[in-house]
């Protein structure tokens, strides 16, 4: 178990990181979402779109609600078969980085377009999952 932890240090510490990220973003959608007035819990107004920042905050914690588990599962699938630590490490912290990009944008622009500015790091962070996929299936082979 030391060396599985010594080896794989770094992509560990990005695992820390995302679920550093996903408690804040949860935090923040919940925030915002109980700080208005008549906010019922378990609800968000369906009437809200991109103009209200508690949508945005909701959608970034429901976007990540969608994408961590998969990415979770990828990166537990690369240290588990032995997965080259290089690869894994990077892929997770490029994974990481899309993420944080993504969410900053999702707070900071409030845009219906398709492809909007986060789109692409949206992309980044599921190439960088279909890579660490890549480089698992690698290693069981």
Known sequence: MDNLLEVYTTALWGIAALI??????WFVASLTKASQPGAVPGKIDQSLSHESFVFRAHRTF??????????????????????DPFWTGVLIWTFVAARTVHMGLYYAIATERNPSPRSYFFMIGLLANLGLLGVSLAALS
Do not use: K, R
Request: aromatic fraction near 10%; glycine fraction near 4%.
């Open 20 to 25: 550093v990220i996903w408690l804040a973003q």
């Open 62 to 83: 429901m976007n990540s609600l969608e994408n961590l588990p998969v990415m979770f599962a990828t990166a537990f699938l690369a240290i588990l078969s032995g997965a």
